[in-house]
């Protein structure tokens, strides 16, 4: 099976890369700009490998989306490119409306073309496979409740409101054309190579520097974290297994409160790699919310369990564990996104 994904060098897309071709015997075309998120040096470890390609291709540019179906001819896409820090999307929506909205409009459209001019045994097996977040669903109140795959869209933030806007658009090209898509919805991922804007690897590598670790309010926004490794895994499964037409929510079941989680991590630090600045909880510093704060968002992951038998194989102990214990030993990796040479060489300026 030969995979069109874009966002591959982004956190989760490398994540599926490295899960296809380590697990599978499928193999991929990664699209993607290269924005400030996407690093090649995420995809070392299989770059080399010839089930492997790379295209550094906007997915708004409709010209070099048809070239790069044309001549790779995948059975399936999956896509993830996307623009996706809130706080970004708060500061400057511009870009989430262009990548997630035009960028998602721009590749169904190419998808649908060439996916009409396939023979019927390729147009029947194709898929396309757009993947999404739970923040769509907006936010619970209170304590219980799960969002499930009927739960009603109500997005808070910019970013959530694009991602909604592209469900809704694959929604209507499966409805209306045919497309054999698949939409799945999942809750925040941790893991290696997690740009250093995101809570976690911020917290973990702020407090090695003795720097403060900034929590927004109280800290009592609750997320529901799957290890990124495990939403691979999902995602494979969805795109080789998944029933055309239907969505899945993927979720890890460990909601966990900001506050909790930046403990967790100062806990496993002063453990494994003490110093002058432990006990790095001290470092915990309260700052201004977020406006349009989401309070808690969690998911009924049943369904993708039930009808594809996926379950996550990390709990929250122990996948922030192996997080925490991957950033000491790329703490290189971290350097060179943090003063900009990962972008500066491959932009050929070093
Ligand atoms: N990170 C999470 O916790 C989470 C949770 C649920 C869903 N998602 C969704 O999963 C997908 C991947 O998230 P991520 O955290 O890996 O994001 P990321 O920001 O780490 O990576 C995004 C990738 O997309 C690329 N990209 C951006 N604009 C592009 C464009 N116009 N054309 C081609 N490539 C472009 C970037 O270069 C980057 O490699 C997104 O669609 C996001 O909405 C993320």
């Given at each position: ?58 997915i708004?540019?409709r010209a070099e989306l048809e070239?790069v179906f ?7 896409v ?28 721009t590749l169904l459209e190419v998808a649908r073309a060439y ?236």
């Open positions: 099976m030969k995979l069109l994904i874009t966002g591959g060098a982004g956190f989760i897309g490398s994540a599926v890369i490295r899960h296809i071709i380590a697990h599978t015997a499928g193999s991929v075309v990664n699209v993607d700009k290269l924005t400030y998120a996407g690093n090649l040096e995420s995809l070392a470890e299989i770059s080399d490998n010839d089930r492997y390609v790379f295209e550094q291709v906007d708004c540019d070239r044309r001549e790779h001819r995948p059975d399936a999956m896509h993830l490119a996307a623009e996706s820090h809130v706080d970004r999307s708060i500061d400057g929506p511009a870009a989430f409306i262009e990548t997630n909205i035009v960028g998602t409009y996916w009409n001019g396939l023979d019927a045994e390729h147009r029947d097996a194709f898929r396309f496979h757009h993947i999404s977040t739970d923040e769509v669903y907006g936010d619970l109140e209170g304590p219980e409740g799960l969002f499930t795959e009927e739960t009603s869209y109500a997005p808070s933030s910019p970013y959530s409101a694009s991602k909604a806007s592209s469900d809704h658009l694959v929604r209507a090209w499966q409805r209306t054309y045919g497309l054999p898509t698949l939409i799945t919805n999942c809750s925040n991922n941790y893991g290696p190579y997690h740009f250093p804007e995101k809570l976690i690897p911020l917290v973990i590598l702020n407090a090695l520097e003795g720097k403060s670790l900034p929590i927004y309010g109280k800290g009592e926004q609750v997320r529901d974290w799957l290890y990124v490794e495990d939403h691979a895994r999902a995602l494979y499964q969805v795109v080789t297994k998944g029933e055309v037409g239907e969505t899945y929510n993927i979720g890890g079941h460990n909601e966990k409160q900001n506050i909790e989680v930046v403990h967790t991590i100062c806990a496993i630090l002063d453990e494994l790699a003490p110093s002058p600045h432990s006990p790095y909880a001290n470092l915990i510093t309260h700052v201004a919310d977020r406006p349009g704060h989401d309070l808690r968002y969690a998911i009924d992951a049943s369904k993708i369990e039930r009808e594809l038998g996926w379950r996550p194989e990390e709990t929250f102990e122990s996948g922030i564990r192996k997080t925490v214990q991957w950033y000491l030993a790329n703490l290189e990796w971290c350097r060179r996104v943090q003063d900009g040479s990962y972008q500066r060489e491959r932009l050929g300026t070093a």
